[in-house]
């Protein structure tokens, strides 16, 4: 009973963000039925998008702010260094993923480090 009636205080204090999440799901529930393609990754990115979306407002309100209002804020530095070693370890994760792609793609074992075979297939 302590559960039921703490997610109905959370869902009474947090609307906003109860009403972005649960609009996305029907949302995207009626995509999946309408288009073909647009299966549990769909429901799941649109949900997800919903529920950033009801935070985003939810964050907004509590400072006073609308949605669509600009506010002027400084210029936060990032230094040049910090931003490409950010994009090389992207570049990194993601060359490794196509590599192990193509690998299990052709069929070929993969032998790690510790004479562990990645058997693909």
Request: negative net charge; hydrophobic residues 55%.
């Amino acid at each position: 009973m302590h559960d039921l009636l703490g997610f109905v205080i959370g869902i009474v204090v947090y609307w906003r963000i109860a009403i972005a999440l649960g609009g996305s799901i029907l949302v995207a529930m009626g995509l999946s039925q309408a288009v073909p393609f647009f299966g549990a990754m769909g429901i799941f990115v649109t949900a997800m998008a919903g529920l950033a979306f009801g935070v985003y407002w939810h964050a907004r309100s509590e400072l006073g702010i609308g949605v669509t209002e600009k506010t002027p804020c400084d210029a936060q530095p990032l230094s040049w260094w910090g931003a490409a070693l950010g994009l090389m370890f992207i570049a990194i994760v993601l060359g490794g993923l196509e590599w192990l792609y193509r690998v299990c793609e052709t069929g070929l074992d993969v032998v790690r480090a510790d004479g562990d075979v990645l058997n693909c297939s």
